[in-house]
């Protein structure tokens, strides 16, 4: 195909243009317009699935906000959204507005969910990787972010199709954040996700331990459910930053499941979880603000 030198912005075809080259150059403008009104775009992802990486995005996005900053959380996980349940806003809906898509307003926080586009929540979304690079690609470019100082994105598990979708669409982005718990398996796996963003050129921001002992109510104490301290030995061969272990608390599925942060909370895990913050922060050179 001959190469077309048009200024897409004024040409005629714009819209249906049939270039492929020409309509991705079109959208990368369209997402790096967005975003350049993001100062800190970091990904939540971990190597397998259920060890807490959304309730690590949510509840550091909440922390984020109790400090002063402005925060949006992109659900990236397109055919598992659990963000919105987790944020309590799980039956709002897409609306349009002047400047584009509106996110959903959770307390103050900017989120956008594939749930929001669901008729029911249990409705699955059966959709190959280019569809998933397309709604993400929207979610990004479409929707009036406005002004932020972090948009969390919160991936699904693994090394799939989403990951490199953000990656590709956000060359500038801050940082990743592994979530492993302790047991070999999901190590293991986290391994792969920390390798997974280093042949991607993202920054490692460091590894969170997440579900890292229980301490008994009754007698207080350490009750080493999966083990401990596998999160900080990976990290440590593996030459990136430990954030810090949280530990299990009763408390957190109970609150994620009325759509209230732990960290909102006087939890046994808000502690640990405060000091992963400081550890994201100082990673980035941004200042630590009061809580
Ligand atoms: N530290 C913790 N203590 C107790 N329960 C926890 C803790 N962290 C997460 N959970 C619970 O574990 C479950 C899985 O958490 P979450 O949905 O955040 O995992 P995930 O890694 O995002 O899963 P997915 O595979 O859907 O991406 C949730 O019910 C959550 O409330």
Avoid: Y
């Avoid at 790096?32 to 949510?58: E, L």
């Avoid at 909440?62 to 349940?85: E, M, Y």
């Avoid at 280019?130 to 929707?143: E, G, H, S």
């Amino acid at each position: 195909m001959e190469e077309c030198d048009s200024k897409c912005e004024a040409c005629a075809t714009r819209g249906t243009c049939t270039d492929p080259r020409k309509e991705m150059d079109v959208e990368l403008r369209a997402v790096s317009a967005r975003m350049g009104r993001v100062k800190h775009k970091i990904m939540i992802a971990s190597g397998k699935g259920g060890v807490g990486k959304s309730t690590v995005a949510v509840n550091l996005a909440r922390v984020l906000q109790a400090r002063g900053f402005r925060v949006g959380v992109l659900d990236a996980d397109i055919t598992g959204p659990s963000t919105a349940k987790l944020l309590g806003v799980e039956r709002e809906r897409l609306l349009a507005g002047p400047g584009g898509i509106e996110p959903v307003d959770s307390k103050g926080l900017k989120v956008i969910s594939m749930a929001f586009a669901l008729s029911d929540p249990s409705s699955a979304v059966v959709w190959r990787g280019p569809m998933k690079m397309a709604a993400i690609k929207q979610f990004l470019a479409d929707v009036s972010w406005g002004d932020l100082d972090f948009l969390i994105i919160d991936l699904p598990p693994g090394t799939s199709d989403e990951p490199l979708s953000v990656v590709q669409l956000l060359p500038d982005l801050t940082g990743a954040v592994i979530v492993t718990t302790p047991q070999e398996v999901a190590l293991l796996d986290s391994r792969k996700a920390v390798n997974m963003v280093k042949a991607m050129g993202v920054p490692l921001l460091g590894i969170v331990e997440n579900m890292s002992g229980l301490r008994c109510p009754h007698c207080g104490e350490v009750i080493d459910i999966f083990k401990t301290g596998g999160g900080e030995r990976a990290a440590e061969e593996l030459a990136v930053p430990f954030l810090g272990a949280i530990p299990l608390d009763p408390e957190i599925t109970p609150l994620g499941d009325e759509g209230v942060a732990f960290v909102d909370r006087d939890t046994a895990a808000k502690e640990s979880f405060e000091r992963v913050v400081d550890g994201i922060l100082g990673q980035i050179g941004e200042e630590k603000r009061a809580v």
